[in-house]
């Protein structure tokens, strides 16, 4: 199996833990491997490994990294064999890895990888997901990545940006802390610039949401999120799980805990403004920006 490893230098960690990568792949001179700055340069260094027919591509970086990544590989030339993808938790942010089961230490998760690859044991640790492709209206190119979230959580990850420093604590620690300052402030019906709801329309599988002020809508074909959140709880085999909450939507303060373990409690009903469903498609129309994979879009008017 031809392996390669994609390293992204930027992506969170320190700078010893990036030495001891190179090291280790050292150890392993038929595992090809590319090192970028950033994720910017992400295009470059796979254009650098496109000929070389990789079966597995090993991705050290965080969500932003997988995110670039999956992009590149699935909207080139549909008749390209796409390689397998193993995420290591190598960023700031490593929601996909963490729920992939990826070792919290990427680099005794790619050691492991590496001893499984050469005893022949990978098949043991393949794990099947589909991946979210996110087209636009707008004249963006279309994105592919694991987590999408509209409005409030585009306007809390850029505000966990601005409030703490470069580096993991713009991560889980950053991301932890506002989510449970957010929660409070929804909660108890507090509103502010972040909190503010935003007009959507949401049709799901064809079938309209009842139009309106939401405040948020988040969709993952992932089973957890970061710090073990899931605020899913629809049911059936569709692969895209899709969350809405109406701005209006009763009960908030007792439902909130219930919501983000996708538990929730008998009034957390679509009637009461609580949407929960997996579905194969999810149409929005928005003015107020998204994420995917932490990485930010910009709001656009009526996109």
Known sequence: MRIAVLNNLRAGRSGRLVSEVLSLLR???????????????VPEALAELAGE?????VVNGGDGSLQHTLTELLARDPTVPVPLVAPL???????????????????????????????DRLAERFVERAVLRVAF???????????????????????????FPPGRSQGVLGAGLMTGALVLRLALRRTDSVLAPDKLQIVLDGEPVREGEFRLALATTLDHQFLNINPFWGSGPAPVRFTCLAASAKGMRSAALGILRGRPKPH???????VSRNVECAKLRLDCGFTIDGEL??????E
């Open 53 to 57: 027919e990789v079966d597995l591509l």
């Open 89 to 119: 938790r190598g960023g700031r942010t490593n929601t996909s890895a963490r729920d992939l089961g990826g070792n919290r230490n990427p680099l005794k998760g790619l050691a492991g990888l590496l001893e499984a690859a050469k005893a």
């Open 27 to 41: 150890q392993y001179p038929d595992v090809l491997h590319a090192e970028t700055q950033d994720i910017a340069a």
């Open 268 to 274: 957390v009903t679509p009637k009461n403004g609580y």
């Open 297 to 302: 879009f910009e709001p656009e008017p009526d």
């Open 137 to 163: 209206d707008k004249g963006h190119a279309v994105q592919y990545g694991m987590f999408f979230g509209a409005g409030l959580i585009r306007r809390a990850i850029a505000l966990t940006h601005r409030l």
